[in-house]
């Protein structure tokens, strides 16, 4: 049955967003493509925001899953113990932990990215008695109150209908122009009148997807960790949309040579699109009273399987360097475009699979979006003023799918400045 | 491969707690029994804490879910449009809404209870431009910082780790001896000198879950209603546990006659255990900015295959019946066990298929439920002091499912109460 | 040169109050006596609203302080030591606390009344290391911000302009007909699953000024103080307005027999009207770091002249005798009022030189109010809807001062409920 | 009687400060010198910390003042009118607002300076609806929950017992080297994703007391009016501290060329030490309700008298020209101090007769200020680590008193650099 658009405006409240953005009925998925009940095809530069690394109803996790459905494995468990939840925690340790050298304890939260930072940011608390947590200018954490008070959005922080307190925001890497922000951050630390009390947590993206594709340098991380630990601040790293892969590495801080605290992950953990996330704790971190923390969706067991499967990408090197190759291919695009169309007075921001670029053209970035899509191609924009268009293909997008890709993106700005560009 | 409960305790986070009351692996579950990985076979009398009303693994359920997967349909599309999201839609209203005579707007918030009460507490703020909310001793309503400020739970709300702030706590039904409790209520919010602002909004559970089984007379829910008419106070019911026919009707509100401004639902929404949630929203108060509230996993598109296939349950009056007549055995059952067992000092509480008995006696409800478990059943405790043992049975057990479960139940209470009680 | 009425509107802050009531330019006062500007004299049943309970300008500190000021004694001395709070010190060492056992420590927080609740609250959260404190229904403690949470009037509240926090509201004696408010609060604290944690302390006047001249029973006084022992949290009794001899004793608590933890003075504490005020400490409390709490105007000289001089009035029990003698006066005289005028639908309350009549009809009491002003009376109104006229006369004042006022009182009653009263 | 220390060390409460570096009973003072109870005398470069400008027991004030007592003068009026509030306010209007073209309202907040800055938050956030204040590093505003929320030093925020919310702090002018910090402000203010939303105000001292003696160049005042104009954010200048001529014009920013919305000011306001403020209020941000702030001693007629008797000093540009001179011979000194003397590591900070000298040395300003004391000196150190040792001479002094002090001062630098200085 082809359904009309209208059922959304009916009956679905009117906070519904990208469907705004892409307005169609998508009935069918695979790999880095989407179809919508008309049969027109799509490009998927979006990959849900993140969510779906491994792209759409990857084969081997659906035969998995179905095989798991299919012999009445546990669906929902709570935190009860199931073979799959097992499976999954020693894979995970086996395939990701241990060969990276570490040995966080692996927390179920719930299974949305919210979920996981609300639970960071509670522990943090906890495990230090304080009360304050720094977060940073353009960072996006969720939409409940503990997150959204470390979220940096207007629109959405008065989406609260309260003052949200405990929090204090600090300036990104490159936030004001030839300042080095961590000296800013620093002094405030260290004069005790400043105002701004040691606080039990940082809690940072280390490329911002939300605020505008904005990658913090290495070395700021570097640093920041070494702030941190001179003042026994706990380091949290938000690798919600950064993390598994989108960067380059399976944690997007491996190249900085960091070694945070406390991890958030979600979105493409489950491999497969499913709702999961994992909070990873320093183990004498974890401190939690036996159900201090809890919800109902911790033991999403059909995400155990999924990402269990998934891990296979990751038993040796062999995706890693496709990924970090194939990201070459799309910052080459994407320089070439910044110079081929001044016009778009671009500028290429990003990091690895989480890339985008921001135009000064007020406007802009949003309309060669929405010609992307009219042309086949689902991109999404980002940013304080959605100033830039993101790139956010799935990491196993073949060759060709990256081209067809570029193609429609060109074709998009060139029809754009081409015209004169008028708000 | 059978796996060793020693995983979770080297991998797993500290806070996990159910596996501590039920201790083994399970693997395999059906309708209202589950097995572990030992072949044991347990009838479950917890059904995911409410999140598996129509027990495990469903067949005409998984005969949909499983179709959908291998045709591959969207599984993940955040809050884009997707057929399996407009059937679910559809469905909802014919099915729900529309024999109710309701016109609620239908909001995503995140897959999760605590998504959704964040989602009606901002809402409920915007809308009415205050920040307090009243909600009620010993109510639950989840975890991240919005809910857990109306969450009455001494531990958990300490968990937070900073002053949990914009609410206020009144007393439930019952909650001292003798005393009217909305008179107090009234009392508050008559005098302006009382210190209580008119609120935001109440939320209130029909049936405390995790409180202790604590049922609101239909009266008091009445006047509750007409009080917040009276003050043009927002009604928020969070029906995530006590819904989806979890007290005898989909909404456990339908018999006291009240019409909620803003319905919460979760848990057994997707019917099978899949993390779902919504937001019902009373249509003029649908004032949401697009956007303003977000999240990854608002699209689970295997949700939304698994929840309209649920409906076919209420399509007439059946299921219903069925369930109300189910829980006349249950009441029967505990009444008898009371009056058998004077030294239970029992009392039995709750509605529908949402009750159990609390005993004054120190720490023996957690001791008649370690004895069932032994004996084959799940069955979980509530209560500020655990002091009541909870039956929660699918909607869809069978008479013979029910009966063994009380067989059970009655022979851990006997052997207990037989050998002297002591702490 | 004689004022007129226009500066005020001119150039004052629209924020003034009592002016509007009592519309006339004031100049000279002598015990229960003022006169303004016209020559009109007025008895004051006002009282600076407990500031002058030894009336105005009384003889003897008068002396004492024009001899100091005109010896240069130190005016202004911060926290250093002087000679005159060095004899303060000693004298209300001498004739307050030791006379009736007390050992308590004497901090000066800032000469109002609302420093002195300000440091109460930050000393008792540093105490106990808890946040919240229990306030009140409409009870009064100041206009800061730590004050004005926990103040009830609603009006004032929202003059924060901020939600205010980290404070629960509980129910005064009498506040619910029938229902024993302390079973609430008892109830609230003993469940775990309440949502209202176990505050650092409790702070209640003895008798409500502000709100409504409510005067709590000495029984559930005590009950009260057993509460806060039982759970360790801290009385603090703010005795700025029923202190100083105000309800017949000079702490408003001694006839209950309590021994609160903190106590807050100001008001009449100078003797004079001059800005004083002082927070006693139980000694194993005063853990405060030097310097935590300061203020510019601790060390008020003139004040602790004429305080020092105001503490002759407690040497032995004379003054306190003839105080309870006129109590029983007032008492009467109200009692009379209610019998003889029953359209006043009136209530009599309070204790001591603290009482009141409560009208049931709407606006009364401000036409009394108002009519006496005019007849030479100054009467304040109190209470959520003004609802109360409020005897306040000086302690000092005689019989014949008594029976003055009392015959304007009976005529503007008289005069107003003869007419049909309308709104 | 000649009293004992031990008075203080029996009966006074721990948090006592300034008397531990001055330790010795004060008993009179006159201009700028002050004798304690055994005769020694004393120079005085503390001034009461800023409310002694005008020096002690002046004698035109205190004439006018035992004369209004002796006439039995109305002493506490709440704020109702009478002549001697009358005469201030007409001598404020004529002899300050006006000949600077200002029309402020004029409030009595209670007579303190953490009054005053209170009831400027409360407005703002009233006029504005916004809940947000940004104050400054360093700075001080007073120690009840509202000021101290915009206080910087942390020793102080820790006393409030609670987490200090609704407030940012932003970084005072030199804050960071080579930072230009109102770029950081406005880039806060100017990017929607900066989680620091448009505040109702900024409250700022222009030159910082407590802080340290940190002056603000004019130049960056005006840019600082300049961002609030654009955003529509309330100014708010704290003169406490640098008003009353402090730095050198009755208003402290007079010279910046700004006009704040709101002024506070206290201290030296009455003139002669009585406790006394004002909050000046831009006449269409005037909106309080009646009685919406108030307080028992905002009618100190005491301080009526002697501020108004002040206000000679600023008839004609007199008295202002004699500061001026004099702050020139004061800066002379410090800058040879700093010259003559390299071991101070020293800087000379502030503006008028707010100065100093902060030393890189730990400890050594407070030496200086403890030998300065043994040689008849009492002078202050301020900066979270009493860094700076801090000159406040009444502005009344004679050339032949600085003099005298200068003496002190370099005799105690020589004992102390003389010996090698450790710690």
Redo the contacts between chains.
């Keep these: ?1 082809t ?3 209208k ?2 405006e009916n ?10 953005s ?9 790999g880095y493509k ?1 179809w919508d ?1 008309n049969g027109k095809e799509y490009i998927d530069f979006f990959a ?5 690394n491994y792209g ?2 990857d084969q081997k996790m ?1 035969e998995k ?2 095989e798991y ?15 799959a ?3 999954f ?2 894979k ?2 086996d395939v990701i932990l241990k060969p990276r050298n570490l040995d966080y ?4 939260p ?6 996981t930072v ?2 960071a ?2 522990l ?3 495990v230090t008695g304080r ?2 947590v720094i ?5 996006f954490h ?6 959204l ?15 949200l ?5 600090m ?1 990104y890497d490159n ?2 122009d030839n ?1 080095d922000t961590l ?2 951050v620093e ?2 630390l260290e ?7 040691i606080p ?1 947590a940082m809690i940072v993206e280390t490329v911002q997807g939300e ?2 594709i904005n990658a913090a340098r290495f070395e700021w991380l570097r640093k920041l960790e070494s702030i941190c630990k001179r003042w026994g601040i706990l380091l949290i790293i938000d690798d ?1 949309q950064a993390g598994v892969g989108r960067t380059g590495t399976f944690f997007s801080f491996e190249r900085a040579g960091i070694k945070p605290d406390i991890i958030c992950m ?2 493409s953990l489950s491999g ?4 999961f996330a994992v ?1 990873l ?1 320093r183990p004498d971190l ?12 911790r033991g ?1 067991n ?1 995400a155990f399987i999924t990402a269990a499967a998934s891990l296979d990408y990751w038993k040796d090197d062999t995706f890693e360097k496709e990924v970090q190759a194939k990201s070459e291919m799309i910052y080459q695009f994407l320089t070439k475009m910044v110079e081929t169309y001044p016009e778009l007075k671009g500028e290429v921001r990003g990091r690895g699979f989480m890339v985008g670029i921001a135009s000064e053209v007020d406007g802009l970035s949003n309309k060669i979006s929405a010609k992307a899509f009219e042309l086949g191609l689902i991109m999404e924009t980002a ?3 959605d100033e830039v268009f993101k790139l956010f293909p799935p990491l196993t997008i073949s060759e060709e799918g990256l081209k067809k890709g570029f193609e429609i993106i060109e074709e998009s700005i060139k029809s754009l400045v081409k015209e004169p560009v008028t708000n």
Aim: net charge positive; charged share 20%.
């Design positions: 049955m359904q009309d658009m059922v959304f009956l679905e409240s009117v906070v519904r967003s990208y469907v705004r892409f307005p169609t009925i998508f009935t069918k998925a695979k989407m009940e849900g925001a993140g969510a779906l759409h109803n659906k899953l179905v459905i299919m012999s009445d494995g546990i669906t929902h468990s709570l935190d009860m113990a199931s073979t939840k097992a499976e925690l020693n995970f340790n304890k692996i927390m179920f719930g299974p949305t990215g919210t979920n609300e639970s940011l509670k943090a608390r906890k009360t304050d977060s940073f200018t353009n960072g969720g939409m409940t109150i503990g997150s008070s470390v979220t940096g959005n207007s629109m959405k922080r008065k989406g609260a209908g309260i003052p307190q405990n929090t204090v925001t300036p936030y004001v300042h000296e800013y002094r405030f004069d005790s009148g400043s105002g701004v009390a039990a605020g505008g919600v979600s979105k497969y699109g499913l709702p909070t704790i974890d401190i939690w009273t036996p159900g201090e923390h809890n919800g109902t969706f999403n059909h940013g304080p003023k």
